[in-house]
């Protein structure tokens, strides 16, 4: 009986997928189209490892299924090949970071081809290819067009050590997460986009997409729209006054202190004399922390600046504090404190033993001087407004504000403005100039692209420059007759990934990012299968894109992605000891079920972890496949258990 040997079988028909183009989807085409998407890997030094096949074979099976009944088929791939982590291997190894890119993704395309999807590899796409990012570029002149991108001088988290600045999510108690380094807040220049501007699409359509429930409500808590009014407090004894945002008018009589962030432009104008130096001290240890610490942190700290708020529904002198619990980024960084109805405002209120005044009455047995409370009820202590359920007396307390002009009705949200900058090298250049009259000028579709210059260092100039003021002769240029010089920020890995799924639709145009009728046919991707890591700001960002090009009438559709799935984690036993140090399960071994690294007393301990190569549990995949076969380990994984759910392999 003849064996079956997976690797002669596999490696015929791979070589024939190739050879003839068997999975290449056809354009234009008289059939149904069906577009299926895996979220693009980063093309990182460590390779693929067992897990990430988990999704492109779900992905493969869709494909494959609708292939055979009878649907045009787009299911490519690519790479998300700009970002940091490549540029810290190059400033490690002494190498370019073009090099380096390079050699990973042939690494993965390998793995993959080995893997035996079915991609169509003839719209293979790279963020860092000039001939992709000429079109990012050119997104981003449509974004200036309209007025979403601007430059602006706000706090950002800067990494000495990087010499850049670090996304919120990156810095967890100071840290760059990544590597443990220190990242201090600054004020600098910096390009945003305003997304702002379609927070409410942003929110509504969530309506119209078949999307995780769990997904759906991230978005909804990241976007965070909220109703209530801005609040008018004048400073006792100033001409100066403040705004506050809250979605809890009802409570504005049981109000009794004011915080500003530490970033607030009034601290320094109303601190007196005898607390300055406390306030001054107190800015400066806040000034590092990330805003998600800042939220995040259940120890309540702050100072008094020594001066009054007048509270404007009842006249009460109300102190002004200074507290990094609030943020400079949201709302207004101003806020009246109700500790009565605020758990926040509360725990402060009793760190610093400030008063506490019941204005909503809560139920029987409760006492707002042990806790707040935070439900409906009956209003009380609150002048002409008592007896009043808390719904009637908001509409109630914001109408009298605006007949008095001392506050208006207003919807916010949580989103915040895209910090869209990155003082490093390996990125899209924009495509900006800067005149030696102060002007910033956008440059046209004509000149694009704007080509990233090889450099040999990608560390910042001593002078504190993002690494691209090193290519002297690249920086400097004209524009329209004046000398200028070119920005040397780039932007953030998250633009390539805004908009691949288009480039995909037609990607060797050399004339425009996509045409009218490749968008036309393909529409919308019909099914994206991605990690949940995702949830929030890749999903966010893409759909911002999206809409705008949509505005500016070059997609067909509201929304990119009409369904999504999130798969499950692979997870894998890691072996780490006493001190935290990994070690690979080849160098351990069992001794009366108990774990030791080979031929010492070092006692190990196993348990089951994400995929990483720094807890050194990683599987290469090829090692599989190499012994069994890529259809046994394709078909192993979709066997181990329902494909949302998180699985030990």
Same mark, same amino acid.
């Given at each position: 009986?003849?064996?079956?040997?997976?690797?002669?079988?596999?490696?015929?028909?791979?070589?024939?997928?190739?050879?003839?183009?068997?999975?290449?989807?056809?354009?234009?085409?008289?059939?149904?189209?069906?577009?299926?998407?895996?979220?693009?890997?980063?093309?990182?030094?460590?390779?693929?490892?067992?897990? !990430?096949?988990?999704?492109?074979?779900?992905?493969?099976?869709?494909?494959? @299924?609708?292939?055979?009944?009878?649907?045009?088929?787009?299911?490519?791939?690519?790479?998300?090949?700009?970002?940091?982590?490549?540029?810290?291997?190059?400033?490690?190894?002494?190498?370019?970071?073009?090099?380096?890119?390079?050699?990973?993704?042939?690494?993965?395309?390998?793995?993959?081809?080995?893997?035996?999807?079915?991609?169509?590899?003839?719209?293979?796409?790279?963020?860092?290819?000039?001939?992709?990012?000429?079109?990012?570029?050119?997104?981003?002149?449509?974004?200036?067009?309209?007025?979403?991108?601007?430059?602006?001088?706000?706090?950002?988290?800067?990494?000495?050590?990087?010499?850049?600045?670090?996304?919120?999510?990156?810095?967890?108690?100071?840290?760059?997460?990544?590597?443990?380094?220190?990242?201090?807040?600054?004020?600098?220049?910096?390009?945003?986009?305003?997304?702002?501007?379609?927070?409410?699409?942003?929110?509504?359509?969530?309506?119209?997409?078949?999307?995780?429930?769990?997904?759906? &409500?991230?978005?909804?808590?990241?976007?965070?729209?909220?109703?209530?009014? &801005?609040?008018?407090?004048?400073?006792?004894?100033?001409?100066?006054?403040?705004? #506050?945002?809250?979605?809890?008018?009802?409570?504005?009589?049981?109000?009794?202190?004011? #915080?500003?962030?530490?970033?607030?432009?009034?601290?320094?104008?109303? /601190?007196?004399? $005898?607390?300055?130096?406390?306030?001054?001290?107190?800015?400066?240890?806040?000034?590092?922390?990330?805003?998600?610490?800042?939220?995040?942190?259940? +120890?309540?700290?702050?100072?008094? /600046?020594?001066?009054?708020?007048?509270?404007?529904?009842?006249?009460?002198?109300?102190?002004?504090?200074?507290?990094?619990?609030?943020?400079?980024?949201?709302? /207004?960084?101003?806020?009246?404190?109700?500790?009565?109805?605020?758990?926040?405002?509360?725990?402060?209120?009793?760190?610093?033993?400030?008063?506490?005044?019941?204005?909503?009455?809560?139920?029987?047995? !409760?006492?707002?001087?042990?806790?707040?409370?935070?439900?409906?009820?009956?209003?009380?202590?609150?002048?002409?407004?008592?007896?009043?359920?808390?719904?009637?007396?908001?509409? $109630?307390?914001?109408?009298?504000?605006?007949?008095?002009?001392?506050?208006?009705?207003?919807?916010?949200?949580?989103?915040?403005?895209?910090?869209?900058?990155?003082?490093?090298?390996?990125?899209?250049?924009?495509?900006?100039?800067?005149?030696?009259?102060?002007?910033?000028?956008?440059?046209?579709?004509?000149?694009?692209?704007?080509?990233?210059?090889?450099?040999?260092?990608?560390?910042?100039?001593?002078?504190?420059?993002?690494?691209?003021?090193?290519?002297?002769?690249?920086? !400097?240029?004209?524009?329209?007759?004046?000398?200028? %010089?070119?920005?040397?920020?780039?932007?953030?890995?998250?633009?390539?990934?805004?908009?691949?799924?288009?480039?995909?639709?037609?990607?060797?145009?050399?004339?425009?990012?996509?045409?009218? &009728?490749?968008?036309?046919?393909?529409?919308?991707?019909? %099914?994206?299968?991605?990690?949940?890591?995702?949830?929030?700001? !890749?999903?966010?960002?893409?759909?911002?894109?999206?809409?705008?090009?949509?505005?500016?009438?070059? #997609?067909?559709?509201?929304?990119?992605?009409?369904?999504?799935?999130?798969?499950?984690?692979?997870?894998? @036993?890691?072996?780490?000891?006493?001190?935290?140090?990994?070690?690979?399960?080849?160098?351990?071994? /069992?001794?009366?079920?108990?774990?030791?690294?080979?031929?010492?007393?070092? +006692?190990?301990?196993?348990?089951?972890?994400?995929?990483?190569?720094?807890?050194?549990?990683?599987?290469?995949?090829?090692?599989?496949?190499?012994?069994?076969?890529?259809?046994?380990?394709?078909?192993?994984?979709?066997?181990?258990?329902?494909?949302?759910?998180?699985?030990?392999?």
């Amino acid at each position: 009986m003849t064996q079956y040997n997976p690797s002669q079988i596999e490696s015929k028909w791979q070589d024939y997928w190739q050879k003839n183009k068997t999975f290449t989807a056809e354009f234009p085409s008289s059939k149904p189209k069906y577009y299926t998407l895996g979220m693009f890997p980063y093309p990182s030094g460590s390779g693929l490892h067992v897990g !990430h096949p988990l999704s492109y074979t779900a992905v493969d099976i869709l494909a494959r @299924y609708k292939r055979m009944k009878g649907y045009n088929v787009l299911n490519p791939m690519g790479w998300d090949a700009f970002g940091l982590p490549a540029e810290r291997a190059a400033v490690r190894e002494g190498r370019h970071p073009a090099d380096i890119t390079k050699e990973n993704v042939a690494n993965f395309k390998h793995q993959l081809l080995k893997l035996g999807f079915s991609f169509d590899w003839e719209r293979e796409v790279s963020t860092s290819s000039v001939d992709y990012y000429r079109w990012t570029q050119w997104i981003f002149l449509k974004l200036h067009e309209q007025g979403l991108a601007y430059l602006a001088e706000v706090p950002v988290n800067w990494c000495p050590a990087q010499g850049t600045v670090l996304a919120n999510e990156e810095v967890v108690d100071g840290k760059y997460v990544e590597t443990g380094e220190p990242v201090e807040r600054r004020m600098m220049k910096q390009w945003m986009l305003k997304i702002t501007a379609y927070a409410e699409r942003l929110l509504q359509d969530l309506d119209e997409l078949d999307w995780p429930a769990g997904v759906l &409500e991230m978005q909804r808590q990241w976007i965070g729209r909220s109703e209530g009014a &801005e609040v008018h407090f004048s400073v006792e004894g100033t001409d100066h006054d403040f705004v #506050v945002y809250t979605t809890r008018p009802d409570t504005l009589f049981g109000a009794t202190y004011c #915080v500003l962030s530490p970033e607030h432009p009034l601290v320094e104008e109303i /601190t007196k004399d $005898a607390q300055k130096e406390e306030v001054l001290r107190y800015i400066e240890m806040a000034k590092n922390r990330s805003d998600l610490d800042r939220q995040a942190s259940k +120890e309540k700290t702050g100072v008094w /600046t020594g001066s009054y708020a007048i509270n404007p529904v009842n006249g009460a002198r109300t102190p002004i504090w200074v507290a990094d619990y609030v943020l400079s980024g949201y709302g /207004t960084g101003a806020i009246m404190a109700v500790p009565a109805h605020d758990e926040r405002d509360h725990a402060f209120a009793k760190a610093f033993s400030l008063p506490i005044i019941p204005v909503i009455s809560s139920p029987e047995g !409760h006492d707002v001087q042990d806790s707040a409370y935070t439900g409906d009820g009956i209003a009380i202590n609150s002048g002409h407004f008592n007896g009043m359920d808390v719904h009637t007396f908001k509409r $109630a307390i914001i109408a009298w504000l605006e007949e008095k002009g001392r506050g208006v009705g207003k919807v916010n949200y949580k989103l915040r403005d895209w910090l869209f900058s990155r003082q490093r090298y390996w990125g899209e250049p924009f495509p900006i100039v800067h005149t030696a009259d102060g002007q910033v000028h956008a440059l046209a579709a004509e000149d694009l692209p704007i080509a990233l210059p090889h450099i040999d260092a990608f560390k910042p100039t001593a002078e504190g420059q993002p690494p691209l003021a090193r290519a002297k002769e690249w920086l !400097h240029t004209t524009f329209q007759g004046q000398d200028a %010089i070119r920005e040397t920020n780039t932007m953030p890995q998250w633009a390539g990934s805004c908009w691949y799924y288009l480039r995909y639709m037609d990607p060797t145009n050399e004339k425009e990012a996509f045409s009218q &009728e490749a968008v036309s046919y393909w529409q919308e991707v019909d %099914i994206y299968i991605g990690g949940v890591e995702h949830a929030v700001l !890749h999903l966010l960002y893409a759909r911002f894109w999206h809409k705008v090009l949509y505005d500016c009438g070059l #997609v067909p559709t509201k929304e990119p992605f009409r369904k999504l799935f999130n798969q499950g984690m692979i997870l894998a @036993y890691s072996y780490q000891d006493t001190l935290g140090k990994y070690y690979h399960p080849s160098d351990v071994e /069992t001794r009366e079920e108990r774990f030791f690294v080979k031929g010492t007393d070092t +006692e190990v301990f196993s348990q089951v972890e994400k995929m990483s190569k720094s807890k050194k549990n990683t599987v290469d995949p090829l090692d599989i496949v190499k012994e069994y076969g890529a259809d046994t380990l394709r078909m192993y994984e979709m066997f181990m258990g329902p494909l949302e759910q998180v699985k030990p392999c």
